[in-house]
């Protein structure tokens, strides 16, 4: 895919949403780590449903502290391996209090040190709290990117190296935005609906839908 191709596409896609963000439903930057982190291996529809309480006494991760793992579970029973995302979140917890004064570094080696936050996790709290223009790469990310021909790679890091040299840098901030909500309601994994994608004529996948 040229310059010209992926200029087009992401003018398109903020055409469409000029502000996209995260779907995930948070009231400061603690609670997007923790929904994040509960994320993995979960929708955001099901993250949601399960914070929506918690996040009504949990702001701060002193007062995660004082809830305990066993309450904590109590709220997240219905999030996919919630035993030890509870466990990481407490532990992930007391570091951010006792080394952090209770704040979430901006630090991509002090994120990635945190239980349970991985590279992924780290970019969207960089991406989404701090501003910065990294992408963070998931399934949805990595299909589109190979299947439209934006970044192919064999991985997720290696389509992540990929998207920050191609992407041009005045869509670097929101790319992955754009990306990650095209993949889940357009560019989707059994049925993409292409006769519905605003790229459809752009995209260099061979296999394209009517």
Not at 79 to 89: C, E, M, Q, S, T
Not at 136 to 158: C, L, M, P, S
Request: charged share 30%.
């Amino acid at each position: 895919m040229n310059r010209e191709k992926r200029q087009q596409i992401f003018e398109r896609l903020r055409a469409a949403n000029p502000h996209p963000t995260t779907e995930l439903k948070y009231g400061n930057t603690y609670q997007l780590l923790i929904a994040v982190v509960l994320s993995a291996q979960a929708t955001d529809v099901g993250v949601n449903k399960a914070t929506r309480e918690l996040f009504e006494v949990v702001r701060t991760p002193r007062e995660m502290l004082e809830l305990g793992e066993e309450r904590l579970k109590s709220y997240i029973r219905t999030i996919g391996l919630f035993n030890n995302k509870a466990k990481n979140i407490i532990a992930l917890s007391r570091i951010l209090e006792e080394q952090y004064g209770g704040e979430v570094p901006t630090d991509r080696k002090a994120l990635e040190a945190l239980p349970g936050v991985g590279r992924k996790t780290a970019n969207v709290i960089l991406n989404t709290a701090f501003g910065q223009p990294v992408i963070a790469v998931d399934t949805h990310i990595f299909r589109v990117a190979n299947r439209t021909g934006i970044a192919k790679g064999k991985n997720v890091k290696e389509v992540e190296e990929r998207l920050m040299r191609v992407v041009p840098k005045e869509f670097l901030h929101d790319a992955h935005h754009w990306l990650i909500l095209h993949g889940r309601y357009v560019c989707t994994a059994r049925k993409p609906r292409c006769g519905e994608c605003i790229i459809r004529d752009l995209c260099e996948y061979r296999h394209k839908s009517a």
